[in-house]
């Protein structure tokens, strides 16, 4: 069967320094992956390429066997159709590490806007869609909050919503913990959870180890802008084979982030 | 104060301390303030000449008998700030959204767009006032109007827009790029972020810097005199011509204050709502 996604020598050089220096990697249905690596190794940066929010300098992105990164799929004839860029990022999510909620919007019209806007739900069907997954994410009372007024765990949850409303084919989590306050993290993490056992297919950049190791199918641990070693995550987490993954995972340790 | 806890004697000392600093300072101010205004009367009405100038600029029966004719003026002005106001509202936000196009294929718009605004925010009010009232109408185009009060009204939205073009573009780069990131990744298209993201930001973002432009601009509508609209100041002035009395003129100015303490109040309650909201309360 046809990956998700699949990513080919993926290169990203941001003013002449290479960021991503050839990342092969593929994301199969249902499956959940954990992207992890130190600060600076490129997971984000990968992310936002394969949300296409950046172009990149060498390599292909298929979507369900589609090349979407080809420059040809974001002429202005092309990226609406099936295979093209708008109906690529149309059929993906991301959550992001500082939330990016609309702060003007209320947390009912951030999760509603993209399915009226952008898959033409009429407004009663969006707001109901919106309102269903709030609760979902245990927010159906703060619907009518502006974001500046939830915390960040409550916001992050609500981003979380908002990704859901587009009904991705695939999910992107950028560090999506990271901004909070440690007694807010458990709850963003058991909603993510609870989206992986529903069958969603996730690729997320964490540096909740703990978390990876229960959720993830597979851990990639990204060094330096190259996929040094993927596994399992009792592999890649327990018994890792490259000398660099052990000693990040000796730095974790010693953060006391190994749950 | 927190209700329902008893101050204790500590704090009460401490607070009737403040209240006595805090009405100090009131008498201070109070006293301060009646000094200078006395020195500052007392210094223009000592002067040699204030008996003439009293006599030529706040003549009560001279203002009395112009004002009708002034206020008739006024009329005339407030209509034209209306149509201006809405007309530098519309091309100010399209020329800022053009500015900030981007892409090869834009680039004539964006030039004609950043030129547009280099020109009129350098050409004074009056040589533009003067050059769309005076010349406009001698190249004697079909159906191009050439009474001066929309001509007049024409140059102050050119000119005003190139304020305020500038104005809302700082307030659409206000907004953080992520912004832009989140609606592009749930697939809006460019035009849908900027419209139902980007701006509504940016414009609340600018509301102080626009409403001063709106109160600059409720003052130039007076210029629209030197083509001959007969608005508040043409009316003083022919009320001057008529008395050789200058009286009229204060009586305008006067008006004109008038017109902008309500805009510039409200840009205050603006400004201080966005202080508020940005400081989380």
């Not at chain 1, 306050?181 to 993510?192: F, R």
Request: aromatic letters at 6%; one cysteine or more.
């Amino acid at each position: 069967m046809t990956p998700v996604l699949q990513v080919e020598g993926l290169v990203k050089q941001y003013g002449g320094r290479p960021v991503l220096r050839g990342i092969d990697l593929a994301v199969a249905e249902h499956e959940v992956v954990a992207l992890i690596g130190a600060s600076g190794s490129g997971k984000s940066t990968l992310l936002r390429c394969i949300d296409l929010l950046e172009e990149i300098d060498d390599g292909r992105i298929l979507l369900d066997g589609v090349d979407v990164s080809d420059p040809r799929a974001a002429t202005r004839r092309r990226r609406n159709r099936p295979g093209g860029a708008v109906a690529a990022q149309k059929s993906m999510a991301i959550v992001f590490q500082a939330f990016n909620l609309f702060p003007h919007m209320t947390a009912l019209e951030n999760v509603a806007l993209a399915p009226r806007v952008v898959h033409g739900l009429a407004a009663g069907a969006a707001d109901e869609r919106a309102l269903e997954l709030l609760s979902r994410v245990g927010l159906a009372d703060l619907a009518d909050a502006h974001p500046d007024r939830l915390s960040g765990g409550q916001q992050q949850r609500v981003a979380i919503a908002r990704a859901l409303a587009v009904q991705p084919r695939l999910l992107l989590l950028d560090e999506i913990t990271s901004a909070l306050d440690p007694e807010l993290v458990g709850e963003v993490l058991a909603i993510v959870r609870d989206v992986a056992r529903s069958g969603a297919t996730i690729l997320m950049a964490t540096h909740e180890m703990g978390f990876a190791k229960q959720v993830a199918d597979r851990v990639c641990f990204l060094d330096g802008g190259v996929l040094l070693e993927e596994g399992p995550p009792e592999q890649v987490l327990g018994e890792p084979r490259e000398e660099r993954t052990r000693q990040f995972l000796a730095r974790i340790i010693a953060a006391g982030r190994l749950g | 104060m927190i209700k329902d806890v008893p101050l204790s004697p500590l704090a009460a000392e401490r607070a009737a301390f403040r209240r006595s600093r805090a009405r100090r300072s009131t008498a201070v101010a109070f006293v301060s303030t009646l000094v200078f205004a006395v020195a500052l009367w007392w210094a223009v009405t000592s002067a040699p000449g204030w008996p003439r100038v009293q006599a030529t600029f706040f003549d009560p029966a001279r203002a009395w008998e112009s004002l009708p004719a002034v206020l008739e003026g006024l009329w005339l002005n407030i209509r034209v700030l209306v149509v201006a106001e809405l007309g530098v509202l519309v091309v100010g936000l399209v020329v800022a959204v053009l500015r900030t196009l981007r892409g090869p294929v834009f680039f004539p718009v964006r030039a004609l767009a950043t030129a547009y605004v280099d020109l009129f925010r350098g050409i004074p009010v009056l040589i533009a006032l003067y050059l769309i009232g005076y010349g406009v109408p001698a190249l004697r185009l079909q159906g191009v109007p050439n009474d001066v009060v929309v001509l007049g009204t024409c140059a102050l939205i050119l000119t005003y827009s190139a304020y305020v073009a500038e104005v809302f573009r700082a307030g659409i780069e206000s907004v953080h790029p992520s912004q832009r990131a989140a609606a592009r990744s749930l697939g809006l298209s460019h035009g849908q972020a900027l419209r139902l993201v980007i701006l509504p930001q940016a414009v609340r973002n600018v509301l102080p810097p626009l409403l001063n432009d709106f109160v600059a601009l409720q003052k130039d509508v007076g210029l629209i005199s030197v083509l001959g609209a007969v608005d508040a100041i043409r009316a003083a002035q022919i009320e001057q011509a008529r008395s050789f009395n200058f009286t009229p003129y204060v009586v305008a100015a006067l008006l004109f204050v008038l017109l902008s303490v309500p805009t510039g109040r409200i840009a205050d309650a603006v400004a201080a709502r966005g202080n508020r909201r940005r400081s989380g309360r």
